[in-house]
C-alpha cells in the first residue's frame, strides 16, 4: 500500500482550506473531494474510511484508503481536523475525481450548526470551472513567407556531370547557369557552397577556401623527419690522481734484525700504521677556545686517510733490498691529501730505519 499526503492543489476542499486576514471569519467546514493521485487518475474507489465520522484527527493520520486501477493508496491529512460527515461510503467504485465524498471541519467547530448542503453546493462549481471555461479564440498566425518562386523550365545538366538532388534544387531555384559554376568538391563536383558563391550569396572564394581546409584534414600526414643529429661532445676528461713515491733501503734494517728471527711484512704492516697515525696527527684540527678535550672530541670531524698506499717490497736475487712506497691522492683531497702523503712517506721511511 502507498501512503500519501494529499497537496493543496488536489481537491476543493484542500484550495478553499483556511482564509486568513483582517475582518474574515474562518469558514467552518469545506468539502473534502476524490483526490487526483496520479496525473492521468481520473476516477477511483474508496476500499475504508480510516476516520470514521465525528472523529477528530491529527496531521499525519490516514483518513481513508483509495483504490485505482494500479494501487491502493493511502491518503493522510495535511491539517488537524474533525471528520463532519462522510458523504461516499465504503467500497463506493468509479468516483470521479473531484467529487465531494466527505465534509472536513476545524477542531471545535459547531458541527451541528453546518449546512452540509450549502458546502457541497458551492464545492461543485469549482470543480466544473475548467470545462465550462469558454474557449479562447485562436488568433489567426501569420503565414511563413512564401519561397521564391523556382523558374518551370527545368535545369539542363550535361551527361558527364553529377549533382546531389539538394543542389540541383538550389540550382533551379537561384536559376543559376550551371555551366558556368566551376565544382570545388571531390573530382570537381559542385556543390551547394559554389551554387550559393555563383548566385551572389556568399564571397567567391568562401569555396575555395573551405575546399582547401577539408582537403587538409582528410589526409593523415605520417611524414617523418629526423631530428638533426648533435655533434658529438668530447668526455671531459677527468683530473688524475697525483702519485708521489720514494724507495725506502731495507739494508740497516736487515742488518740489525738478521739474528733477531723477526717477520719482514709483520715489520712493514706495523711502521705503515704508524706512519699513518702520525699523518692523521699531524692534520688533526687546532683545540678549540675552550680548551675542553670532550668537547674536542665530539666536534671535531672524524680522521680520514685522504691517500691511498701502495707498498711492494724491491728484491734481487731472492733477497729483500729495498722497499718501494707510493702514495697516490684523488683530486678531491689535493690539498691535504698531498700534505699528509708527504708525511706519511717521512714517518714510513723513520720507522723501517729506526733502531
Not at 476524490?34 to 493520520?61: C, F, H, L, N, R
Not at 546531389?164 to 571531390?186: A, C, F, M, N, W
Not at 551554387?195 to 582547401?212: F, H, N, Q, R, Y
Not at 684523488?330 to 691535504?336: D, K, M, V, Y
Request: proline share 8%.
Amino acid at each position: 500500500m502507498i501512503r500519501c499526503v494529499v497537496p493543496r492543489s488536489a481537491g476543493n476542499a484542500l484550495q478553499r482550506a483556511r482564509f486568513f486576514g483582517s475582518g474574515l471569519v474562518a469558514r467552518k467546514a469545506v468539502a473534502f473531494d476524490m483526490p487526483a493521485m496520479s496525473p492521468t487518475m481520473t476516477e477511483g474507489g474508496i476500499v475504508q474510511w480510516q476516520v470514521k465520522q465525528g472523529d477528530s484527527y491529527a496531521a499525519g493520520d490516514v483518513l481513508l484508503e483509495i483504490e485505482t486501477d494500479k494501487a491502493q493508496i493511502a491518503v493522510e491529512a495535511q491539517d488537524d481536523g474533525v471528520m463532519a460527515k462522510i458523504l461516499v461510503q465504503d467500497g463506493a467504485k468509479e468516483i470521479k475525481v473531484g467529487t465531494p465524498i466527505a465534509v472536513l471541519a476545524d477542531p471545535g467547530d459547531d458541527i451541528a450548526s453546518i449546512d452540509f448542503d450549502s458546502v457541497v453546493s458551492s464545492a461543485e462549481p469549482a470543480t466544473n470551472t475548467t470545462s465550462e471555461q469558454p474557449e479562447k479564440p485562436v488568433q489567426p498566425t501569420s503565414s511563413p513567407e512564401p519561397e521564391p518562386a523556382a523558374r518551370s523550365t527545368p535545369v539542363e545538366v550535361p551527361e558527364n556531370m553529377v549533382l546531389l538532388p539538394s543542389v540541383y534544387r538550389l540550382v533551379h531555384q537561384l536559376e543559376v547557369d550551371i555551366s558556368k559554376i566551376k565544382g570545388t568538391g571531390p573530382e570537381g563536383r559542385i556543390l551547394k557552397g559554389d551554387v550559393l558563391a555563383a548566385a551572389g550569396k556568399i564571397s567567391s572564394s568562401w569555396p575555395a577556401e573551405e575546399a582547401k581546409i577539408i582537403e587538409k584534414r582528410t589526409h593523415l600526414d605520417l611524414s617523418y623527419e629526423p631530428a638533426p643529429k648533435k655533434e658529438a661532445t668530447k668526455p671531459k676528461e677527468l683530473p688524475k690522481p697525483v702519485i708521489t713515491q720514494t724507495i725506502i733501503d731495507l739494508a740497516a734494517l736487515l742488518e740489525f734484525s738478521v739474528d733477531q728471527g723477526f717477520n719482514l711484512d709483520q715489520t712493514i704492516s706495523k711502521a705503515s700504521r704508524l706512519a699513518t697515525r702520525d699523518a692523521l696527527l699531524a692534520s688533526k684540527p687546532k683545540p678549540s677556545v675552550l680548551r675542553d678535550r670532550i668537547f674536542d672530541s665530539l666536534t671535531a670531524p672524524k680522521p680520514a686517510v685522504p691517500f691511498d698506499v701502495t707498498l711492494k717490497v724491491l728484491k734481487k736475487k731472492a733477497s729483500p733490498k729495498a722497499l718501494q712506497a707510493m702514495v697516490s691522492v684523488p683530486p678531491q683531497f689535493l690539498n691535504r691529501g698531498q700534505k699528509m702523503g708527504d708525511i706519511y712517506l717521512d714517518r714510513l721511511a723513520f720507522y723501517l730505519n729506526a733502531k
